[in-house]
């Protein structure tokens, strides 16, 4: 099904606000106001009923079945949330007189066995990590069965939690615990996810350049039958970066409240063209670097091996990357002043209390708030990256690109500040929103082992050496060299091009190369790479003068600003605001959203 001219489907999502409400019976308009109440009382019905339904199965019994994936006819569980649950008879309980729908339990159930199910990863990390952990010491010993390895950061986090719970008194645990033992239950996510469910709750159809979507919601927050339960169609804009774009399919939506109100989370299935591993022949490695987010290097394929021209490409953030250090800087701080004054009101008397606690809610709605921005400049930092990283490799005809191994990646070594600064920048958006952008244009994105991709020379595979300190690397027996981040793209684009047969794929995931290969890349000077864009400048004219001088005063020379920021580029790429798309995933089942979904504490 590959080659050219094939196209593939995958799915994205995006999210978009309805601008009309109309009753689907009467036809009479309701206010957005009115919708937003609406919708809350839903999402109320719904995160109650899910709360309830987890802490009634907030015992190991639970994560049992769910390991062994069998129901109580040791018949298989089905991968649908809501039947699985049914089958296994975990059905919500609504307070007395509420009718509630049987389309809106699935949903609860549905969102319930997303929960539990991700957690039951966790579960089997903790008793797997439990049983080789030290209260005493606070020490993880190593596993003795290769089944029981843990990613790193993930067992650092486990690790925390269960030093976390011999602080607090938990006494000597008797070997093995479970993930009962050690965490509450998660808290409920206030959304409707209504892909569970089917045209008796919701239908969605599409129109030109905006999709209606029709849903029965309560008209009070104790609904006592049928009638008190109405269908009203929301008619919403599609966004205007996906107008001319081949979406096949529009799927149910996720009802989310936000500040702003009714937001829809959709899911839509678009065909583009095909990309195709297995025939690639140009490659372009992708290397995180912490100043600048990333760099890329290109490495082809011919009948006389490997070659590459050397010659890499910086991502240019604009500032933006210093712009997230200050805010998580800011963060940690009104985090830190926050802790300060609670512990300070635990012990002032009453009238001091009522003011610290005053205090502290101003910085938590600050803080609040640094979040929030911080989100957003990683999402166009992101989208920005992806969509400059994609033409630079579609500039330079390849195929593939290669991003190192995020999981196998651990910043450390460089001290708290900014090992913390490097894992929690914008990586892992920027990943998917390269995969979703370089599929857009049929280019595939392959991740591939991380280690010793700077320190190691492409050509001879020897360490290289460091003549000008820590961001040059040279090699004297094959004489090459250049920017640090550069070598290390070419040795990304070369684990890529070498283990592209033996990807593995995993559904939800994209292809992933494990083993870094060997062989020579020989320096070419072929011109393979693009020329690298000039930073175009405002036009200045010439004819008129730019400041006027002023007498007595020590003149000033006259400096345009600099591009500050991704929004002033001179082409803007990514959309922002309210609508936008992200995702990467390919097969449809495996568009549950799950991480974001909770909490653990
Ligand atoms: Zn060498």
């Known amino acids: 099904m590959t080659g050219p001219g094939s196209t593939a489907p995958r799915q994205f999502a995006v999210t978009t606000r309805p601008y009309v409400a109309v009753d689907d019976a009467t036809g009479e308009p309701i206010g957005l106001d009115e919708v937003d109440i609406r919708v809350g009382w839903l999402l109320d019905l719904i995160t109650a009923a899910g709360a309830e339904l987890v802490a009634r199965l907030w015992h190991p019994a639970t994560f049992d079945v769910l390991a062994a994936g069998l129901d109580p006819h040791n018949r298989r569980l089905p991968a649908q949330g809501h039947v699985a649950a049914a089958r296994l008879g975990w059905n919500p309980t609504y307070p007395d007189g509420v009718h509630v729908p049987s389309r809106v339990t699935r949903v609860v159930t549905a969102q319930v066995m997303a929960t539990l199910r991700t957690l039951a990863y966790r579960e089997t990390a903790i008793a797997a990590l439990s049983a080789r952990f030290d209260p005493a010491t606070g020490v993880l010993a190593p596993p003795t069965e290769p089944g029981d390895a843990v990613p790193p950061g993930f067992a650092r986090g486990v690790r925390r939690q269960l030093a976390a719970r011999a602080r607090r008194g938990g006494g000597a645990p008797a070997g093995r615990l479970r993930i009962t033992d050690v965490q509450e239950p998660p808290r409920m996510a206030a959304m409707a996810r209504l892909s569970a469910a089917d045209r008796q709750l919701a239908q969605i159809t599409v129109a030109e350049r905006e999709l209606v979507l029709t849903v029965k919601l309560p008209t009070c927050p104790t609904p006592a039958g049928r009638t008190q339960w109405r269908r009203i169609r929301l008619t919403a804009a599609i966004p205007a970066h996906l107008h001319g774009r081949d979406v096949s399919d529009w799927h149910l939506p996720t009802l989310v409240l936000d500040r702003r109100g009714l937001l829809l989370r959709c899911a839509a299935t678009e065909l583009v063209p095909a990309g195709d591993l297995d025939s690639a022949t140009v490659a372009v490695g992708v290397d995180w ?72 809610a101003v910085l938590d709605s600050h803080r609040t708030a640094v979040g929030i921005k911080r989100g957003k400049i990683n999402r166009e930092l992101a989208f920005d990256f992806a969509r400059q990283v994609t033409d630079y490799a579609a500039a330079a005809g390849a195929q593939v690109i290669a991003v190192e191994d995020l999981t196998t990646l651990e910043t450390r070594g460089h001290g708290r500040a900014k090992n913390n600064r490097a894992a929690q920048s914008a990586r892992r958006q920027a990943v998917a929103a390269l995969a979703h952008t370089a599929a857009g244009v049929g280019i595939a ?157």
């Open 289 to 360: 670097s912490p100043t600048s987010l990333g760099a890329a290097a290109i490495a082809a394929q011919g009948a006389d091996g490997l070659s590459s021209d050397y010659r890499g490409w910086t991502y240019d953030d604009r500032g933006l990357g210093i712009k997230l250090a200050r805010l998580q800087a800011e963060g940690q701080l009104l985090n830190a002043k926050a802790a300060r004054l609670t512990q300070l009101a635990g012990a002032a008397p009453p009238e001091v209390r009522a003011e610290l606690e005053a205090k502290i």
């Open 445 to 601: 994105v392959v991740s591939v082992p991380a280690r010793g991709s700077s320190a190691q020379c492409p050509g001879c595979d020897e360490p290289l050496a460091r003549p000008g300190g820590y961001h040059t690397a040279w090699c004297p027996r094959c004489r090459v060299g250049g920017n640090r981040d550069h070598i290390a793209g070419v040795n990304l684009a070369k684990r890529a091009l070498l283990g592209r047969g033996k990807a593995t794929r995993r559904r939800g995931q994209m292809p992933a190369v494990r083993a870094a290969e060997h062989a020579p890349v020989r320096p070419s000077r072929d011109k393979k790479s693009p020329t690298p864009r000039r930073p175009r400048h405002r036009r200045v004219r010439r004819s008129l003068p730019t400041a006027t001088r002023r007498l007595g005063v020590t003149p000033k020379q006259h400096v345009p600003a600099p591009q500050a920021s991704v929004w002033d580029t001179v082409q803007p790429t990514p959309p922002h605001g309210d609508t936008g798309s992200r995702d990467t995933r390919t097969s449809q089942a495996s568009a549950t959203p799950v991480a974001d979904s909770m909490r653990c504490t």
